[in-house]
């Protein structure tokens, strides 16, 4: 009878050990869980920065591309623009020419 109490006693305290690694197993997984949970809080937080910097930067590039080709767009219609006034006075000094010849008397 001695020897069964050894055994219930021996498996009662096996029963507590294991209880005891289920509750440390517990408290670990819980505490893994918390800290997995802070990583992926800060690994977001840190991509949302890093989109946030790329979507900045690519505005960035795009608005001076945009004014870059607005100032070239700017100087071809300035060029342009010089090229027709410079015509236009070619003409009207023609023109001019013409009008004077044809209303003042030749000879």
Do not use: H
């Amino acid at each position: 009878m001695e020897r069964v109490e050894d055994v219930i006693k021996l498996v009662e305290e096996f029963e507590e050990g294991l209880r005891s690694i289920e509750e440390k197993v517990a408290r670990a997984r819980a505490e893994l869980v918390r800290e997995v949970d802070v990583y992926l809080q800060e690994a977001r937080a840190l991509f949302s920065k890093i989109v946030e910097e790329s979507r900045r930067n690519m505005l960035e590039e795009a608005a001076k591309a945009a004014e870059e080709e607005g100032a070239r767009i700017r100087e071809e219609y300035r060029a342009k623009t010089e090229q027709v006034m410079t015509r236009l006075s070619s003409k009207r000094e023609e023109l001019v020419r013409f009008v004077l010849q044809s209303l003042l008397p030749t000879g």
